[in-house]
């Protein structure tokens, strides 16, 4: 069975702290897609990034990073010098191959940066 | 402007009163769902159907009915919408089947959300 594991709840930071939103996930399929997701306060759902299986590389963009580890099954979100437009929950999510069209999340961890 | 697009946006009602939330969208994309997320338990597949005419349970489908008559269209049914059933719903859609190239790559097809339905039953 897949399923994606969100152990932080809410995490609390001050504006420009470093902070990493914690992904593990599950599957026994070799050929998948990780995701990540943000949903701020408006309530719709902004795509952040896509991974798939076969590409461990570490990716940047901007202030986001994220860092993906097959060997320990996590793709981990890494945000630095937060502001506080960071403030959202934030979902990471599995698809598998078999079954693209179907996402499985995380239950979602709410970020808030105050100023 | 490719989209999926739901109404209403925001929705309260009572108890037993059948309503239909409305999702549709532009990219003649042939598969579609809706999800529903709830605090603490992320979002959840309700339904979801391959094309015109197919459409199959996810994984909480009680007290929800759908229908596929367009390609385009995909609205959620609550026939008779219990409190339980308060929560944010989403529709999705992507292309379907996805392609496999000849050279046994796969590409994943990207699923498109609508901007979220907020449903209250008192």
């Known amino acids: 069975a897949q399923k994606v594991t969100q152990a932080q709840t809410e995490i609390s930071v001050v504006e420009k702290e470093d902070v990493t939103l914690d992904c593990v996930y599950e599957?026994?399929?070799?050929?998948?897609?990780l995701f990540w997701y943000k949903q701020p306060p408006s309530g719709e759902l902004v795509f952040l990034i896509r991974?798939?299986?076969?590409?461990?590389q570490n990716e940047i963009s901007g202030r986001y990073s994220w860092n993906f580890q097959k060997s320990t099954s996590s793709f981990n979100f890494t945000i630095t010098a937060s502001q506080v437009v960071d403030s959202a929950v934030y979902f990471c999510?599995?698809?598998?191959?078999?079954?693209?069209?179907?996402?499985?999340f995380g239950t979602g961890t709410r970020l808030q940066v105050f100023p | 402007e490719a989209q999926v697009t739901q109404n209403p946006r925001y929705l309260i009602t009572v108890t037993g009163k059948k309503l239909t939330v409305t999702c549709s969208q532009n990219?003649?994309?042939?598969?579609m769902s809706w999800y529903r997320q709830d605090p603490g338990l992320g979002l959840r597949q309700i339904y979801y159907?391959?094309?015109?005419?197919?459409?199959d349970k996810g994984d909480v489908p009680e007290g929800y009915k759908v229908s596929r008559k367009e390609k385009r269209n995909f609205p959620l049914i609550l026939e008779s919408p219990s409190p339980n059933q308060t929560s944010l719903y989403f529709c999705?859609?992507?292309?379907?089947?996805?392609?496999?190239?000849?050279?046994?790559?796969?590409?994943?097809?990207?699923?498109?959300f609508g901007p979220g339905t907020r449903l209250t039953v008192l």
């Open positions: 999705a859609s992507s292309l379907s089947p996805p392609p496999t190239f000849s050279d046994g790559t796969y590409r994943y097809n990207e699923q498109f």
């Open positions: 599957t026994r399929d070799t050929t998948y897609y």
């Open positions: 991974r798939n299986s076969f590409d461990e």
């Open positions: 999510a599995l698809g598998v191959w078999w079954n693209t069209d179907k996402l499985i």
């Open positions: 990219m003649n994309h042939e598969y």
């Open positions: 159907s391959m094309n015109v005419e197919v459409t």
